[in-house]
């Protein structure tokens, strides 16, 4: 995976939630709103993982950029244990989400 792919997977998550909404407590769908994580779903596999298994299969191509982008917010959150649980603290809102989305594309390709 490399550090572009992660970074245009993130900030395709973060346009996702700017332009279709933010939800808590579930992935969401596409074109609709989505959690952290379910954005980045959308941004690798066009949909979210539920709308997706029923579908077709997911690519160990597709799963590696889920993980990479996943642990590159991860690694930008404030002593968070996961992104789910970050992202569905009662105190989170969109735009800090949609911030530590970009935040994360940054720090991973910086000026990409």
């Known amino acids: 995976m490399t550090a572009q792919q992660t970074a245009a997977d993130l900030l395709s998550a973060a346009n996702h939630i700017q332009r279709y909404g933010w ?19 959308v941004a690798v596999y066009g949909c979210t993982i539920m709308e997706h ?8 191509e597709e799963w590696e950029r889920e993980r990479s982008a996943t642990e590159a917010v991860e690694e930008v959150l404030e002593s968070a244990s996961s992104l789910a649980w970050w992202n569905d603290s009662p105190s989170r809102h969109k735009g800090e989400v949609v911030c530590k989305l970009r935040e994360a594309a940054e720090r991973v390709f910086p000026n990409g």
Do not use: D, V
Not at 53 to 60: D, E, M, Q, W
């Open 23 to 41: 939800k808590q407590g579930g992935f969401g769908l596409s074109g609709k709103p989505c959690c952290a994580r379910g954005a980045i779903q």
């Open 53 to 60: 298994f029923a579908l077709r299969s997911i690519t160990s």
